[in-house]
């Protein structure tokens, strides 16, 4: 792929982290939403599927990791990265699982985000994140059954971008550093 | 001395030795002693009390903490790992990390860390972690989980048991002055150790917690655990709007 081309790609990427999620992945490998898609304005898929046993056999040949749709979608699945940052900074669109680790990832990218918490986890503390940061704007929660829908409400001028900590301090972690020496007591270094 | 049964008081009987003035000298001579040794001993342990709080102020102050950090499974090694990043490691040092024997992607994740800090060690002109000392400043071990995801409440009586033992095994090994944790299942029983630890070996070990960015409106149960017990040192939480659900806990910014 050259640079022009490149650049002219509007990548939606899913991530589910290392996690099961098969009701996500079975709901973005449907001709509907590869459709919504297109009609969205986007022309690529990424999809790091992770750990279920759901293989996608709709926007691809089942077996096969990429493929294009009849509309013209270009659709790409993969398991694992060990880093999932590049592919955040070439997306337009971040569909992630409400994890905190893909979710302050694709923040700190500044990119639009729909989170989808999975509703099969017991105890779901991931939807109190996942509810919280869409109380304060910083993205919009959906659920598989309603992925579409979101992608196609998604009004990104409505969106506040996220400042790490809430505070001016640039180093990460800062605060909380501060207040674990301040509790240890160390003595002062020359 | 009778009792008188229908008046219901004591009389002093005339048999009892009238007052003798020798042994009346000899007895205020034994209150002077035993009142004299008595301020004496006050006098001792408040003198003993000043210069032990003196020295443990000095013990307070350390120059380096060897420190205990817990990961857990995923998020929590995850979040773990970002504030071990961010902290300074000429101060904490030397660091051991605790996994439970069955998660190899949270102990990989710290050697690999850790043996990236002694490559930039190695190459000239990089920033130097020569201060640390010794070649492997670090060290990580397992210990058995208390509980598996849908075991049964009867045999997990006996494994939190092998754990609490496997950790108590562990902090007397490694002697921490700082134990760091984010509530994984895991930190529980070693939190419980390190706190039997400085009951019994008189250590200055402190307890860190720092709730999961995930976190948001409760506490989670080894955050519970930690805030009602009141063994942790420190409980941070991630967002203002717990911390104030928490008076003891404090909010002092985020992980990311």
Known sequence: MDHSERTASRIIFVTVGTTKFDALIKAIDDIEFADAAIGCGYNRLIVQRGAGSYIPHNLVKEGEDSGVTTKGLEVQFFQYAPSLRVNMLEAMLVISHAGAGSIFEALSCSRPLIVVPNPLLMDNHQAELGKHLAELKHLVCSTPERIVEAMQTLDTSKLVPYVRSGTTSEKAAAGIVSEISKAVGFAPRE | ?256
């Open chain 2, 1 to 256: 001395m009778k009792f008188n049964v229908e008046a219901g008081t004591f009389n002093i009987d005339d048999d009892i030795v009238p007052d003798d003035p020798e042994s009346v000298r000899a007895a205020n001579a034994w209150i002077g002693w035993i009142i004299s040794i008595f301020i004496m001993t006050i006098v001792v342990e408040v003198i003993a009390l000043v210069i032990l709080l003196k020295f443990s102020k000095k013990l307070e102050k350390p120059d380096s903490v060897k420190t205990l950090v817990v990961l857990g499974s995923g998020g929590h090694t995850a979040e773990m790992m970002r504030l071990v990043e961010s902290l300074d490691k000429t101060r904490y040092t030397p660091r051991a990390y605790v996994v439970a024997e069955t998660d190899k992607m949270s102990g990989r994740k710290a050697s690999d860390y850790e043996n990236m800090l002694s490559d930039m060690k190695a190459i000239p002109g990089k920033r130097t972690f020569s201060e640390v000392g010794g070649s492997k400043n670090w060290e990580l071990f397992e210990i058995p989980r208390s509980r598996e995801v849908g075991q049964s409440y009867v045999t997990s009586i006996w494994t939190t048991l092998r754990a609490f033992l496997h950790a108590l095994a562990l902090v007397w090994q490694v002697a921490p002055q700082v134990v760091l944790v984010n509530g994984p299942g895991t930190c529980i029983p070693v939190c419980f150790a390190a706190v039997l630890y400085r009951l019994v070996a008189a250590y200055p070990c402190k307890i860190m917690y720092i709730e999961s960015i995930a976190r948001t409106q409760r506490l989670s149960l080894s955050g519970k655990i930690l805030y009602h017990t009141r063994i942790a040192d420190l409980l941070c939480v991630q967002w203002k709007e717990l911390g104030a659900k928490y008076p003891r806990a404090k909010f002092a910014g985020r992980l990311y």
